[in-house]
């Protein structure tokens, strides 16, 4: 079992949080949480960051743990914890790791089910909890005997199955000390059985041989994983082409010789649909097919695909499990030949849409979404965290091909519109070296658009560009185009900076034409402030995938008899 | 069964809110429910209201119903509905009837577990169900076989059980057509058992005329079952003084002369403790005791308390079920003679605070907290709607006499800070020609912004007092007097209407001085425009009454190693 040492419970969290690689905790404080909060603010290394509402907690923390890993949010209990439980559900969707940390009333309360504020005064304790139980992987309510152990447990999964966990903290036990381990909690994960992985690589290493048209297809796994570095390595040592969902754009870089394109059933190119659909040996790193990845369904991979799991490897008939993902790859890595200069396979032809790094603007022309799409890509540096907004943005977004090492940040699966605004924040608080840009909507933006406030008083420095199309466009492209429900009330957006943070001063501007865009790009660039770029377009204007993608919308949505047909 | 006529199920549930008193469906529009907002449109006498997030519709579907009996919020599946969990939550725990809907997936997707956006992406569709399953008391799924009678056994079960329910609408039924019953839905509940209510009555009566010292003691359900008519009409006919518990605030008119004051335990004032805990008939109208109503547990009825809830009334060791409330009440009044000019009970001298109507302002005088309730005591008007929300707000009210029929609106149990914000619109949807009052502080202002939005573009003229006191002040008083998580951003908040909707004209003023408040406040008095006034306050400025409940909530949460013991 190990040594153990002293420690007051909320400073063993805290302790655990920075062991592995937290060093910011988001999220609002409350009267149950606030005893916590004093011992955040005495662990060092561990920086409390405040947000307006914890739904935007939620989404930054988010944020947060795609960039750095993993990330920590804590709230108060009932009316925080509930408001966060999108944000979280979102992370539980899109496999992100995220330790949800609420306080709890005293636990004599909730042990003997008195009523109390922020519960339903009917001595229930177990409601919140067990809606977390819904979109989590693991929860716990602490208590001073089991804290220790707990609170490692639930740490584990949290980092072991990529998704949420939930730690309820009653407020009257932070302070008291109990033992815990003196060794301290990595990211290290159980390795796999020694004789497994070697039957899965050597499996792997018969198939590959004799495959003639060997590809890899990743979904978001691949990088929530830690595995595009290995997948990119096998991918030049056994020259096999990659295709990606498009729920994983940019986890290997799109210019990659080696990049086949998107690969989504009859919405993928020709080629790529070609390709992926009839390799002789297909390695698919958890794919999760939806209906906007998937072209509604129509994904048909070989029936002897080797699906990869970060804990086993299915194929039709046979399963290797006692293994990662993270050993077999790197297993067949070493198996191969170092990287040599081979032919590139004929099929990589399809290959991303090329840049146009010479692109000339049009002084006077109003700005459209097609033209600025087109400017933005070569606006695009490598490194860039470039965030897109459900809607026209990511939509868009998923058209151009982004730089080498740019990180693509969006929500593809589960779709939350707001998210992107705090998840910016969040990413920002974890490493605001590299240049972040955020395209949103205006329908969006409203959503949770006092975080603009936390970004500016932080003093952080990204490129905001605010597309304003004076409603949901979206929503305009499968139902109720000039319908009053997808109108969203028009702000003087670009005086929202001044307003929610007077003493900071930030470049922003309205762009109506590609020469008002030139400028703001010149100005925005280079700029050591905050730039908030408010994006006029038409409300019917959208990027051409968008108008295809309503009609289809409708007809999934709404069936036979829906209002469409009327 | 009565006689059916067709109708699509959509329009059917619009049909049967109109049937309940519905006017307005408030929520946010979503791909899975742009086909049902189609069918709002086409019901007339049924609006939707457009929100900009969906905490902030539940919020405003709360406030809606406090004042219009019932209301219905739209959202769209996961992203939508669970993000305005926290608004049902607090719908659930003060007892507000609110019918949830949600465009969900469409059916077959939910019944052969396919993966859509806005779920996990893993076949489990009942997950946001589950949530909602704890702070709701009546839940479905909608399909076309049951649609008719499952929308009519969860209305009933709103009404009712005066607490909200939720509705999932699958987004590819809503168009199909079904046999639904012709006879109308209505706020008619179950009637008592004859013999039961008539047993019933004549217990109280009995009762009632061996009594001495005879009370009637309210919590919010006599608001919520619509009781306050028929108590006070008792209170009247038979000289009975009442009290009400702090979360009961102006239930009935606090200028009654029988209202004794404020229960609360050993925090009630000592003449109004005396005479409740002694009394030798006392009617307790659904007491739900909380640490913060209750003097932290303090409280002490008499052991023959006859406790009346909606549909029984308990008392130690006897029971009576089969009863309703209105009719126990009805008939004990019916029992009584007319009301007739009786001598006030000794007891009647301990009564609600007396409003200042000669308050003299200090002109140049900083502005104080505990000048503010004064002067606002004498600016209330009968008829006003008054929301408070919960921190200095809140408690301050809670000792101001508020006028005749003046509604207090609150959320004492649930306390989720951004509440009233969003409530406001709801309250003036409902009814815009009673004058609304909101006092809200800067850190709760934060949470909930963005409706301010659409208050101002509804055209709605409320008079908004934004308390600017630079943070979260309730909670220096616990914990954290100058700790940086107590601090929010200072914005520009009297910019707030002009950025927000530009196109509106409001009167917008910075207060910091007593003679500053006047002017504000004359003008705000008649005025025809939105008003939002911004006091400035210190930031431990606070209402006498926080000053003690600070240290008491402090022990109670933290416990006796707490940090506050360090």
Redo the contacts between chains.
Sequence with gaps: MGKFMKSTIGAFLCHRLKQMGVNHVIGV????N??F???I?DTEGLE?I?T????NAAYAADGYARVGGLSAMLTTY??GD??A??GV??A??EHVPMVCITGA??IHTMQHA?????????GNFS??L??FR??TVAQTCLTYADAAQEIDRVLRACWREKRPVYIQLP??????TIDVPEQPLTRQLQQGDEKSVAACVAYLQGSLKKAKRPALLLDMDADRLHLTEVLCELAERANIPFASLSSAKNVIDENHPLFLGVYGGQHSLPDVREYIENADFLIALSP?????NSGH?TQALPSDTLYLHAFDLLQENRSFTGITAYEVLSGLVASLPEKTHQALPDVIRSKAPKVNNNFLPHEFEALTQARLWQRMAAFFRPQDIIIGENGTSNIALNGVTLPPQATYIAQ???????YTLPALLGSLLHNAQRRHILFIGDGSF?????EL??II?QGFKPIIFLLNNKG?TI?RY???ES??????????YS??P?????NVECFTTVVHTEGELEQALSIAEDNHKLSFIELMLDPMDAPEKLKGFGKK?AD????P???QTL
Tied chains: 1, 2.
């Design positions: 404080p409350g009267d149950y606030l005893e909060l004093e011992q603010n409390f405040g307006c509402n914890e739904l009932g009316v509930l408001s439980l999108n559900a979102g539980y969707a009333p005293p008195i009523p109390v504020h922020h519960s339903a005064a009917d409601n919140v067990n809606c819904e979109f407020s009257d036990i932070a302070y008291l999760r097919f939806i209906e906007v369904y593809p699966v589960w779709g939350s519109i707001g409203q959503l949770t658009v006092q406030s936390t008083a949901y929503e499968i139902l109720g319908a009053r429900y997808n109108d969203v009330n028009n702000w003087q005086q929202l001044k307003v929610l943070s007077p919308t999934f949505d709404y069936g008899y829906g209002p």
